[in-house]
């Protein structure tokens, strides 16, 4: 029964990699290599054009990228659309906070955002420093057969795994995901 | 606007695939990391393979544009590490967390702020980081296309991912298919 409820929460690997394999190629065809955390770029840049436009002006990693009415801000935003299309037509329901986050801390929210947020400003901080993100540098580049790209995807994961275990220590263990 | 509609469409698209693969969901993404289920990263890995061989028929066919990032030693690396770190905290990347925001996830709405945040202050030190951590160690633009050409540097490349996939489906024990 465990086995199956695991079994029946989200597409097997060989379907969801031939399904975003697809997607990716499409995009390689009609724009270019896929990326997401320029999308941030953009999205700020549309704010600061009108918030502060002489500072957004003047600073070179903004002038480096498109702004609003780009491919790279729409993308972000049709992700999110996506991910609400998704989440709304699927049987496992949406938390808040993590099933395991909730083991291992409570169900107490304020630590969960917490760590999402300066865990949100890291994952950003690191790929504009490196260029890109899982999907503009490891997955675009990967299929590009860039050096850079299995670079940063080896090391990503080698810390994200090491970091995983600091947090949840075993937790996870015994549990059906 | 087509750019527009295309990134939308290419968005809507993307973040409905990555939230039937589980991506979106942080406690299936901290279960890859505690490597107590492979899913997600077989997911990803055959999901580079597939996008690979697909871009190898598009520049046989001149259609789609390339663009590989380059590998700095020091930047690449060290923006994984900071990405890895805050991967690991949050169960969240650039890409998914538009998808989980839009899904309704509370803590991937902070994640999100979080990244525009980290964004924010890297562009604001854009120009004192990058020439001290970037630009020393810029090896250009690499890839295994330089070496192998581009049809054999795919097959090589697809060829570590499969055993890469078929690897993590041992280690991190059994999932289905």
Redesign the interface.
């Known amino acids: 029964m465990a086995e199956l409820e695991k079994r029946e929460r989200y597409w097997s690997w060989l379907s969801s990699a031939a399904a975003l394999g697809g997607v990716i190629v499409f995009i390689f065809a009609t724009f270019g290599p896929p990326a997401s955390s320029s999308g941030f770029v953009t999205t700020l840049k549309g704010f600061l054009s009108l918030a502060a436009p002489d500072y957004a002006e003047g600073k070179e990693h903004y002038a480096l990228m498109p702004g609003v009415g780009s491919w790279l801000m729409a993308f972000v935003i049709g992700m999110a659309m996506g991910g609400w299309l998704g989440g709304r037509t699927w049987r496992v329901p949406v938390k808040d906070v993590p099933e395991i986050w909730e083991r291992r801390f409570g169900p107490g929210r304020a630590r969960r955002y917490a760590t999402t947020f300066a865990g949100g400003f890291l994952i950003l901080f690191g790929a504009r420093l490196a260029g890109g993100c899982t999907l503009g540098l490891f997955i675009s580049g990967s299929t590009q057969l860039a050096v850079s790209g299995l670079y940063f995807g080896v090391v990503i994961f080698a810390v994200a795994m090491l970091v995983a275990r600091l947090v949840y220590r075993d937790t996870g263990r015994g549990v059906i995901s | 606007m087509t750019?527009?509609?295309?990134?939308?469409?290419?968005?809507?698209?993307?973040?409905?695939?990555?939230?039937?693969?589980?991506a979106?969901?942080?406690?299936?993404m901290?279960?890859a990391?505690?490597?107590?289920?492979?899913?997600?990263?077989?997911?990803?890995v055959?999901?580079?393979?597939?996008?690979?061989?697909?871009?190898l028929?598009?520049q046989a066919a001149g259609?789609?544009?390339?663009?590989?990032?380059?590998?700095?030693l020091v930047?690449?690396?060290?923006?994984?590490?900071?990405?890895?770190?805050?991967?690991?905290?949050?169960?969240?990347?650039?890409?998914?967390?538009?998808?989980?925001?839009?899904?309704?996830?509370?803590?991937?709405i902070?994640?999100?702020?979080?990244?525009?945040?980290?964004?924010?202050?890297?562009?604001?030190l854009?120009?004192t980081?990058?020439p001290i951590?970037?630009a020393p160690t810029n090896?250009g633009?690499?890839?295994?296309?330089d070496w192998l050409g581009?049809a054999l540097?795919?097959t090589a490349?697809v060829i570590v991912l499969g055993a890469a996939?078929w690897l993590i489906g041992i280690i991190w024990g059994p999932?289905?298919?």
């Open positions: 750019a527009v509609l295309l990134g939308l469409l290419s968005g809507v698209a993307f973040g409905f695939v990555i939230q039937r693969a589980g979106t969901d942080a406690n299936e901290a279960h990391h505690l490597m107590l289920n492979g899913r997600i990263p077989r997911f990803m055959a999901a580079v393979a597939v996008s690979a061989l697909g871009l028929g598009l259609v789609g544009r390339m663009l590989v990032l380059p590998t700095s930047a690449t690396g060290l923006g994984a590490v900071i990405f890895g770190i805050g991967w690991g905290m949050s169960g969240y990347c650039p890409g998914t967390c538009w998808a989980a925001a839009g899904e309704g996830r509370m803590d991937a902070f994640a999100l702020l979080g990244g525009l945040a980290g964004t924010a202050v890297f562009a604001h854009h120009e980081l990058i951590l970037y090896l633009p690499l890839a295994l296309s581009p540097g795919t490349l996939v999932s289905e298919v």
